[in-house]
C-alpha cells in the first residue's frame, strides 16, 4: 500500500497549507523522553571517545546529497543553526523562493528570504536546490484572475526573473510542482495553470527555465510518486514525451512525504525506470509521520522506514541524494496539514536525535565506501564565529572550567536548569573561540563542525528537574592557546555564565 495523499488530504492540505499547529507540551515530553532511551543504547560510554561522523561527513564521503528544507527564520535560533550547519550539505527553501515570496505583485519581486537561503548555504559551503518556480500552490492572489495568455506571460516572466536572479547560484530547479492528478486516472491536477494555459503549460516553463539559467538542472517534482503507480507512470511518460521531443528536463523529484511502514515496496524500481530514461532522481521532501503520540515501537519503524529510503537513494546511481522536509519535530509542516498525525522528522521537538536519525547515519555510513573512524580535524575557518541569538534566555546557568598543558587540555562543564520546566533531553552548543579540537568526550555525545561544538545528553542523563544540574567533560587539542567558549546554548535558550 502507498503512502497516498487522498483528495480528501490534498483538500485540508490546501485548505490548511499556511495554518502551523502548536504541539502539546506532554506530547514533546513524550518524544523526548522516547528518543533518549532510543538514543542512549546507540551512543558511546562514558569515558570512550565520542567525536561521532555527521551526516554531512558521511553523505560526502559517499558523493552524495543530505539537504534539508531551511526556514531562514529559525537560524536564530541556536540548536536549529548548529544542526544545520553540522549536519547538511544541501539546503532548499522550505518556502522563501516559492512564487507568492518572490512576487507578491505583478513584476514586483522580493528576493530578500531567498537570498538569505543562499547566502546561508554560501557560508557553509553548502550546494542550493531550488523550490519552486511553479507550483499551484502558494501562488499569489494576483494570478487568480488572469486569462489564459495573461497567466502564461505571468508564468514565463517570473520564471525569467527569479531563476535569472539566482542564476548560477542554484545548481537544479523544481521546475514544476505537483503537476499530476492524485487517484489512478494518470492525469494532470485541475489547476488554474492547466484550465487556462492547457497541456503547454509544462514545457513552456521548462523552456522558460532553460533559458532563464542554462547551467541549472532542471526537474519536475511530485507526490506520492514514490512507488509505482498511475501517477508516476504519468510523469514518466511526460520525462520520456520530453527527452524523444527535445524539450529540456534534467531530473525528477519523489517528495517521499511517508506514512511509519508504509515505504513502496518498489520505490528503488520506480527510482530506477526514471534513471534509466537519462534523468537524474533525488528524494526532495522526505518525512514520515505517524499518528501522534509517538511511542518506541512507531519510532523504531520510522527509523527502519529512514534507512530504508537512504538504501534506495543509494541503491540508485542516479539519485543524487536525500533531503528531509525540515530539522525539528517542532518546526514539521505535518501536523498542520494532517491533524494527529506528526513526528515525522528526524530531531524531535527539543532538537534531540531520534533513533531516525541514527537509521540515516547507518544506511549513509555502510557500504563500500571507506569511512574514517576518527574525526578528521577541520581547518579552523579564518572568520569570526557568527553570533547567534536564540531565544529565550536566562533559563540555565553554565560553568567552563579548562585546565590546559602543551597543545592539549580537558574541559569540565557544568549546567543547572534555570528554566520553568523539567526536561527529558538535552542539547547543548557554543564556539571555540581558537580552533580548539573535541578528540573525545564523556557523560555526553559531543560533535564538532568547524568552531561549532554540540553536545547532547546519553541515555541517562537527559532527565533534568527545575534547578537540577548535569556535568559532561571533555578532551582536546589547541594550537598554544585556550580561551574558553564565552556563550553557550542549552535547549535553545542562551545560558547565564556562572
Ligand atoms: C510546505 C511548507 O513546509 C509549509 O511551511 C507551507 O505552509 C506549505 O508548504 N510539498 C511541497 C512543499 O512541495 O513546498 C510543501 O511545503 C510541502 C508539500
Known amino acids: 500500500m502507498l503512502a497516498t495523499h487522498t483528495k480528501d488530504r490534498e483538500r485540508m492540505r490546501i485548505h ?10 506532554l506530547l514533546a515530553g513524550l518524544l523526548a523522553a522516547a528518543s533518549v532511551l532510543a538514543v542512549g543504547v546507540t551512543v558511546a560510554q562514558p569515558g570512550t571517545a565520542e567525536a561521532a561522523a555527521s551526516l554531512k561527513s558521511l553523505a560526502d564521503a559517499k558523493g552524495r546529497d543530505i539537504g534539508f528544507a531551511l526556514d531562514p527564520n529559525r537560524l536564530s535560533e541556536g540548536p ?18 516559492k512564487w507568492d515570496a518572490t512576487e507578491p505583485n505583478p513584476n514586483q519581486f522580493t528576493f530578500g528570504q531567498g537570498d538569505a537561503v543562499v547566502n546561508y548555504a554560501a557560508s557553509g559551503g553548502k550546494k542550493v536546490y531550488g523550490h519552486t518556480l511553479v507550483w499551484h500552490n502558494q501562488m499569489p492572489n494576483w494570478t487568480a484572475n488572469l486569462s489564459g495568455p495573461d497567466l502564461l506571460a505571468a508564468m514565463k516572466n517570473h520564471i525569467a526573473k527569479v531563476a535569472g536572479h539566482f542564476k548560477g547560484k542554484i545548481f537544479a530547479w523544481d521546475v514544476v510542482n505537483e503537476a499530476f492528478a492524485d487517484g489512478g486516472s494518470g492525469g494532470r491536477r485541475d489547476s488554474i495553470l492547466q484550465q487556462r494555459i492547457g497541456n503547454s503549460w509544462i514545457e513552456e516553463a521548462f523552456r522558460a527555465a532553460r533559458a532563464a539559467d542554462p547551467g541549472a538542472k532542471l526537474c519536475i517534482n511530485d507526490y506520492s510518486t514514490d512507488g509505482i503507480n498511475a501517477k508516476s507512470t504519468a510523469i514518466y511518460n511526460l520525462v520520456r514525451d520530453f527527452k524523444a521531443r527535445g524539450v529540456p528536463i534534467d531530473c525528477v523529484g519523489f517528495q517521499a ?19 534509466d530514461l537519462g534523468v537524474d532522481v533525488r528524494v526532495t521532501e522526505l518525512d514520515i509521520r505517524m499518528s501522534t503520540p509517538a511511542n518506541a515501537t512507531k519510532l523504531a519503524t520510522q527509523a527502519a522506514d529512514y534507512k530504508k529510503v537512504v538504501n ?16 525539528t519535530d517542532k518546526y514539521s509542516w505535518i501536523p498542520g ?41 577541520t581547518t579552523p575557518v579564518p572568520t569570526t564565529p557568527v553570533p547567534t541569538t536564540p531565544t529565550p534566555t536566562g533559563n540555565c546557568t553554565v560553568t567552563y572550567v579548562p585546565n590546559s598543558w602543551g597543545n592539549g587540555f580537558t574541559a569540565e562543564i557544568r549546567i543547572r536548569n534555570d528554566g520553568p520546566n523539567a526536561i527529558n533531553s538535552w ?31 546519553m541515555s541517562y542523563n537527559g532527565a533534568l528537574s527545575v534547578g537540577g544540574t548535569v556535568s559532561f567533560g571533555f ?3 589547541h594550537t598554544g592557546s585556550n580561551p574558553s567558549p564565552t556563550s553557550f546554548t542549552f535547549n535553545g535558550s542562551v545560558c547565564r555564565n556562572g
Open 16 to 25: 490548511h497549507l499556511t495554518r502551523r499547529h502548536a504541539r502539546s507540551g
Open 80 to 97: 536549529y543553526k548548529q544542526i544545520a550547519d553540522a549536519e547538511f550539505n544541501l539546503v532548499v527553501a522550505e518556502n522563501a523562493m
Open 257 to 275: 512525504h511517508l506514512i511509519i511502514g508504509q515505504v513502496p515496496g518498489d520505490m528503488q524500481a520506480n527510482l530506477q525506470r526514471f534513471a
Open 312 to 327: 534506495i537513494c543509494l541503491a540508485v546511481a542516479r539519485c543524487g541524494g536525500v533531503t528531509v522536509w525540515g530539522i
Open 337 to 377: 496539514v494532517f491533524p494527529g498525525e506528526g513526528a515525522a522528522l528526524i530531531w524531535d521537538e527539543n532538537y534531540a536525535p531520534k533513533p531516525a536519525y541514527q537509521a540515516v547515519a547507518d544506511a549513509l555510513g555502510s557500504g563500500p565506501t571507506p569511512v574514517p573512524t576518527t574525526p578528521v580535524p
Open 427 to 457: 542539547s547543548f552548543g557554543f564556539y571555540f573561540p581558537a580552533g580548539q579540537q573535541v578528540t573525545n568526550a564523556w557523560n555526553a555525545t559531543v560533535t564538532q563542525s568547524g568552531t561549532q561544538v554540540n553536545a547532547r545528553n
Open 475 to 477: 578532551q582536546g587539542t
